[in-house]
């Protein structure tokens, strides 16, 4: 299973509702749905009641409405298009599929070794997932999702009197947005969650050496620290910036040559690593650096390919 489909879960698992519907998952997931549900990280929910029309090409969604088959004399779905008229509706177009939180908090936890059970703090948006022993302490770990303005200040509030819990988030983008919001340290599952044989894994060493800098006295800390780090966020910049002119590349001369151009698939945080000289940690330290929004917008186009096909280069005002 590619850790691009994980980063997709928490993409998702970061907007409310946190659901996928029937072309997503096919489009996303293909034969990985299966392995997702198995691990309680999606379950199957109500149907949808509208659906977009697939043939007309404009966009529109219609509302479901279940009519009186004269044949079989049962209920089925159809649609109402301005372009297309009335149209039978597959079942399956219908199906969506939700992010299970505590499904994920559950798998999370046991290849973690975090000690539940999982309590809701803020309903919907912030858990106390339990506790973990980690570099050499027993640390409080909580999780949020779908923080927003309209609900920042009770999920604070909720953290207020755990300063030294570790809060989990879902994509680094939304681990950059906590920025100095609270003392507690601020970790992403897209950069620590991933699969193996079937299985998560959790990168207890990222969170133990990421703990081990907070421990350093403030007098101590290299000087030179923040420009290490933004020569470090320019390298994978750099990388990414070419990974992304050879999927362009790729994707024009698949199209000229079969009519249908291909993505090339994003590369992991293990392979940018490589191709940067630097360990996996760095890269996902840089990738929740306030300061990488560059870095960040190309790791999200690297998996759009129409955006790739619009990409016209780094802007030459980003150089450094």
Not at 46 to 61: E, H, I, K, Q, T
Not at 118 to 133: D, I, K, P
Not at 160 to 185: C, F, G, M, Q, Y
């Given at each position: ?139 409080e770990v909580y ?38 919001t609270t003392p ?137």
């Amino acid at each position: 299973m590619s850790p691009e489909l994980l980063s997709r879960i928490w993409q998702r698992l970061d907007s409310e509702p946190p659901l996928f519907f029937a072309d997503e998952v096919g489009r996303h997931f293909g034969d990985g749905l299966a392995g997702l549900i198995e691990l309680g990280l999606l379950s199957e929910t109500a149907p949808s009641s509208c659906v977009p029309c697939w043939d007309c090409g404009r966009g529109f969604v219609s509302r479901v409405e279940f009519l009186l088959h004269r044949r079989t004399g049962t209920r089925r779905p159809y649609i109402n298009c301005p372009e297309c008229g009335v149209k039978e509706v597959s079942p399956d177009r219908l199906k969506r599929w939700m992010v299970d939180a505590a499904g994920c908090l559950a798998a999370i936890s046991e290849a973690a070794g975090i000690r539940g059970p999982a309590s809701e703090v803020v309903a919907g948006c912030l858990w106390r997932v339990g506790r973990a022993v980690w570099g050499q302490r027993l640390r409080e770990v909580y999780f949020a999702r779908y923080v927003h303005e309209g609900n920042r200040t009770g999920v604070v509030e909720g953290l207020a009197t755990h300063p030294k819990a570790i809060l989990l988030v879902t994509t680094n983008e939304s681990a950059a947005r906590w920025d100095s919001t609270t003392p507690n340290l601020v970790l992403a599952l897209e950069g620590i969650v991933g699969i193996a044989d079937g299985r998560p894994t959790f990168d207890t060493s990222f969170i133990e050496s990421r703990l081990a800098e907070l421990d350093v006295p403030t007098a101590r800390r290299p000087t030179r620290r923040r420009a290490d780090r933004a020569a470090k966020i320019e390298a994978l910049v750099a990388a990414l910036v070419d990974h992304l002119r050879a999927t362009r590349d790729h994707a024009f001369a698949t199209r000229d040559q079969t009519g249908s151009p291909e993505l090339l698939p994003r590369p992991s945080q293990q392979d940018l690593a490589r191709l940067a000289g630097m360990s996996k940690s760095d890269v996902s330290r840089c990738l929740a650096d306030e300061s990488a929004r560059e870095l960040r917008l190309y790791w999200d186009i690297a998996l759009d390919l129409n955006q790739i096909m619009d990409w016209r280069g780094r802007p030459r005002t980003k150089k450094r």
